[in-house]
């Protein structure tokens, strides 16, 4: 059950230092955003706090730029360096990450996969701590390709985070509308990177201003941006 | 020996009223906007009364000088600068002031205190301060403007830090000093301060006081600066 005095601020929004709840409550898992300083619990980021019933966990939800590599997390790198047992992604981290080349499906020593320096590889973050650099696999856990790999052709820009997680949604209405409208390949990394690739290039473009558009409007407007946009 | 003050400004009213018609304690109109520029992972502007100043935060990135880079800890990059437009006078001031130097190591070690380094190792946070239009308390618009920022890029931070400067005229003690009070000649003691548990981070002063003078002087500074963040909190 959730404590009485911090079910008052689930759901809104908080700034660093703001005291969430106490100590003595021990049925609280805290998460990012939030971190206990001598009694009590505090907020360290601005956001929205979250409170998850299923897993009794609470965070703080904001919106950022930059990203921190976390585990399990699936990113668009671009390869910056290659070595004979690796590759050096740039994920737009404060660190550069490393892909080893037989992280791939169905790759042995004799046969590796060929990727050039300056393209696009959609991976999962295996390992990610504060000290280490993070390390990347091409694989789903099952080891089989699952969509990771290469980027070829298409393009790639960059968003916030928080509109990254928002295109991860199963029911993210924007990548709905556009779907009915045109055919295209998106994907979304988690680093507030996304790739589109459609045969017509325009479809492209105006998938990427709808995309961006769709950030800061309700669900009620996006019909009528993309049809603007689409015209 | 005669003095005679034929010329004298009156800084303060016998009603209490200052140059620019406040009351002694109060605050100047604080307007403020975050995410000013689309490339830096945070930014912010802030205006305090005349007072304009803008920071851009970049990190946490790697670091640019591998030598510099500490193995437990991120390090915090400050760069302090003034617009040559920014005082009534135009003046270019170089990066390597004495004065602008002494004042990026000060924010550099206010900031290391509240945000939470040790979650970044090897990495720097940069903050690049601008003074837009300087009108008094500049140091203490500089720090909420940087607080802000740092929201702005979230990165996480341990309280919210506020300061406000406080001064003397004619013998009161006086929150949030403009130019022309700062040029009085009276002391000058900007304050930041951690809102939620009343810690005070920086306090800087450089004129003598006596002792119960600067009592009050802190006492009203810090205050003001949990003012200021009740002020930023609401916006």
Redesign the interface.
């Known amino acids: 059950s959730v404590p009485a005095d911090m079910e008052s601020k689930v759901d809104k929004y908080v700034?660093?230092?703001?005291?969430i709840g106490l100590i003595s409550d021990l049925n609280i898992r805290i998460g990012p955003?939030i971190?206990q300083?001598k009694e009590n619990i505090?907020a360290?980021?601005?956001?929205i706090l979250r409170y998850s019933p299923s897993h009794k966990f609470y965070w703080v939800e904001?919106?950022?730029?930059?990203y921190?590599p976390a585990t399990e997390d699936m990113v668009i790198g671009r390869v910056t360096d290659r070595f004979p047992d690796y590759y050096k992604l740039d994920l737009g981290s404060?660190?550069?990450a490393t892909l080893p080349s037989l992280a791939f499906e169905g790759a042995t020593k004799r046969n590796k996969p060929e990727i050039s320096v300056g393209s696009l590889v959609y991976s999962r973050v295996l390992i990610a701590n504060?000290?280490m650099d993070p390390e990347l696999v091409c694989t789903g856990s099952t080891g089989k390709a699952e969509g990771f790999g290469e980027l070829v052709s298409g393009f790639m820009f960059t968003c916030t985070l928080g509109l990254a997680r928002k295109l991860l949604q199963s029911d993210c209405t924007i990548l709905r509308i556009l779907g009915q409208q045109m055919s295209f390949e998106i994907a979304v990394g988690m680093n507030g990177r996304v790739w589109i690739n459609s045969p017509d290039p325009n479809n492209v473009i105006v998938a990427y201003n709808c995309i961006i558009n769709s950030e800061h409007m309700d669900d009620p407007q996006l019909p009528h941006m993309v049809k603007t946009l689409m015209a | 020996f005669v003095c005679s003050n034929m010329s004298r400004v009156e800084y303060l009213t016998p009603e209490g009223y200052r140059l620019d018609g406040r009351k002694a304690t109060e605050l100047r109109r604080i307007k403020s906007r975050l995410g000013v520029f689309s490339r830096a992972d945070g930014s912010a502007y802030i205006e305090q009364g005349n007072t304009k100043v803008i920071v851009a935060v970049y990190g946490p990135r790697e670091a640019a000088i591998r030598s510099k880079s500490k193995h437990d800890h991120a390090v915090i990059n400050v760069e302090f600068t003034q617009a040559p437009f920014a005082t009534g006078d135009r003046k270019k001031k170089g990066k390597s002031d004495r004065r602008t130097i002494e004042d990026s190591l000060l924010i550099k070690q206010t900031f290391e205190s509240v945000v939470l380094t040790s979650l970044y190792p090897r990495s720097q946070i940069d903050l690049y301060i601008q003074i837009l239009q300087s009108d008094g308390s500049v140091l203490a618009a500089s720090i909420n403007a940087a607080t802000l920022a740092l929201i702005d890029a979230g990165i996480p931070m341990r309280d919210m830090l506020c300061a406000c400067t406080a001064g003397v005229l004619n013998g009161t003690p006086v929150l949030d000093i403009n130019y022309i009070e700062q040029n009085a000649g009276g002391p000058e003691l900007p304050v930041a301060v951690l809102p939620h548990s009343g810690g005070v981070v920086l306090l800087e002063m450089n004129s003598r006081v006596p002792l119960d003078l600067f009592e009050r002087l802190s006492k009203l500074a810090c205050d003001g600066a949990k003012a200021v963040y009740n002020l930023l909190q609401s916006e």
Do not use: Y
């Not at chain 1, 700034?15 to 005291?19: A, Y």
């Open positions: 700034l660093p230092g703001d005291v955003g971190i300083s505090t360290t980021k601005a956001g904001n919106n950022q730029k930059r921190i404060s660190a550069p504060k000290d």
